[in-house]
């Protein structure tokens, strides 16, 4: 299974961006597909994800960001709006699946530069 990224960039702040997933190779349905960032020299931080259960966004991004899924497709999206120079970093897509027998994979894309400028 291998997570490709794409829609990253350079945006102005104020604008916005939608970031896309695929995940290839999986013919199974994950348990939850998600994005997180990372700013070198920091630890990676935890946007969003989409379960079975529902959406959960994490507060500092919660009302600017959008999740969205496509199962058949197995994809995820993240739409982010009114970027600032603070969500400049590297974005990474998440996936999980747990097997009939309970054993959990976590799979993890290459990530895709998003910049914002001042």
């Known amino acids: 299974v291998r997570l490709v990224e794409s829609g990253g960039g350079s945006v102005q702040s104020g604008g916005s961006l939608r970031l896309s997933c695929v995940a290839n190779g999986a013919f199974f349905k994950f348990n939850s597909m998600g994005w997180y960032r990372q700013v070198p020299g920091k630890q990676r931080e935890f946007i969003a994800i989409?379960?079975?259960?529902?959406?959960t966004f994490a507060d500092s991004l919660k009302g600017r960001v959008t999740i969205s899924r496509d199962h058949a497709k197995n994809t995820v999206n993240l739409q982010m709006n009114n970027l600032k120079p603070e969500d400049t970093a590297v974005y990474y897509c998440?996936?999980?699946?747990?097997?009939?027998?309970?054993?959990?994979?976590?799979?993890w894309g290459q990530g895709t530069q998003v910049t914002v400028s001042s």
């Open positions: 989409t379960t079975t259960a529902g959406t």
């Open positions: 998440n996936a999980d699946w747990i097997d009939h027998e309970g054993r959990e994979y976590v799979y």
